[in-house]
Structures are given as structure tokens and as C-alpha cells.
């Protein structure tokens, strides 16, 4: 996460990633994630009163970056 300039409160997610294959990124802000006995997920529980998740498509490539300001979090709107 980036800062914004001039805001103190918003960030930016920025990385870079690999896809063999197209791909589908979901962002979960403050979420848990349940597992059954043997330790597989499966699925993930979020917190209604939290940002929804958001999904992004990419197709496949190395050394991809993911668009700055494309997913912006204001930590403000965030309960404590």
C-alpha cells in the first residue's frame, strides 16, 4: 500500500505479480479466513460493516503490474 499524496488517509495498492494463466485478484480488507479440519480453505468471511470485496481480471504475463489507483483504500471510512 502507497500512500496518496496530499491525502494522509487513502492508499493505493501497488505489486507486481506473475500469471500463467488469466487470472482473477480478489481483495478482502479485514476478512477471516475459515478452514475445515485438514487446514484447506474454504472460503472467506467479511465483515458487513468493511469494504466489499473487489475483483480484477488479468490475462496472463510475467512481471505484470497490477494499475496503481486502481483499488484506493481510505482508512477513514474504516470502523476502529
Not at 487470472?23 to 474454504?42: D, F, G, K, S
Not at 465483515?47 to 481480471?57: E, G
Request: proline share 10%.
Amino acid at each position: 500500500m502507497v500512500q496518496l499524496p496530499n491525502d494522509p488517509f487513502k492508499y493505493s495498492l501497488e505489486m507486481k505479480f506473475d500469471a500463467n494463466y488469466e487470472c482473477v485478484i480478489t481483495i478482502y480488507l479485514c476478512a477471516m479466513e475459515c478452514r475445515n479440519a485438514a487446514n484447506i480453505p474454504l472460503y472467506f468471511y467479511c465483515d458487513p460493516q468493511m469494504p466489499a470485496p473487489c475483483a480484477y481480471r488479468f490475462s496472463s504475463g510475467l512481471n505484470q503490474k497490477f494499475p496503481s489507483r486502481v483499488f484506493i483504500l481510505d482508512v477513514q471510512k474504516l470502523k476502529p
